[in-house]
C-alpha cells in the first residue's frame, strides 16, 4: 500500500484524512534548494498521528511484539497469542505504559507481567489471562482494544482425562521459551 493512502490524524485540529490529500507547503529557506512540507488540508499543521492498524501479540516467553498483521503458527503447534489491536499512533504508547520493561538479558523488550517467572504452561496461561483482564478494565481509549483469554466450556473433573489431556501440556514445560 502507498503512503498515499494512509489514514492519518493532523495532531493540531484532529481531522482525520488520508497522507495523500495533505497539502504541499514551501518552506521559506534562504538557500537556492526548495524545501516543502506536508500539511494538513483544513488548518495547516505540519504533526499527524498515524492511524494504520496494527496488531500486538506476545509469545509463551512473555515477550511483546508489534506488527501489520499477527504471525501464522508453526506446524509444531506454537504461536503467537492475539493481546491488542488499534491504531499505530496509539498501540505502541498504551502497551509500553501497562507492560514490563525487561533488564539484563531481555533490556529493550516489552514482557507481560508475570509470564517469564512461571513455572508452567497453565500458569503463564494464568498471568496472560490476568494481565488481559486488568488491561481490559481501563476505559476504552483512541480506538485500542485489549483482547480476552476465555476457559473452555466444558470442565473436566476426571483426573484420569485430565492426565491424559494434558501430558502434551507437562512435557512442553520443560522446554525452553523463545526468546
Known sequence: MSRAGNLVKCARCRHEHLEGQRVEK??????????????????GG???????????????SGLIEFGDELPANSPEG???????????AYLRPQIT????????????????PGVPEANSQRAKGDALAEWLKWCGS???RDGVTWST???????????????????????????????
Do not use: N
Not at 78 to 88: F, L, Q, S, T, Y
Not at 97 to 112: D, I, N
Not at 160 to 167: H, L, Q, S, W
Open 26 to 43: 514551501p518552506r521559506k529557506t534562504s538557500g537556492t534548494i526548495q524545501i516543502a512540507d506536508t500539511c494538513c488540508p483544513r488548518c
Open 46 to 60: 505540519m504533526s499527524f498521528y498515524d492511524l494504520r492498524p496494527q496488531v500486538a501479540w506476545c509469545w509463551a
Open 78 to 88: 506454537g504461536g503467537a497469542i492475539e493481546i491488542a489491536r488499534g491504531p499505530m
Open 97 to 112: 505504559v501497562l507492560a514490563r520493561h525487561g533488564q539484563g538479558a531481555s533490556a529493550g523488550c516489552l514482557l507481560v
Open 138 to 140: 481501563r476505559r476504552p
Open 149 to 179: 483469554l476465555r476457559e473452555a466450556d466444558e470442565v473436566i473433573t476426571d483426573p484420569a482425562v485430565i492426565e491424559a489431556t494434558f501430558a502434551a501440556d507437562y512435557e512442553a514445560e520443560e522446554a525452553p521459551c523463545r526468546s
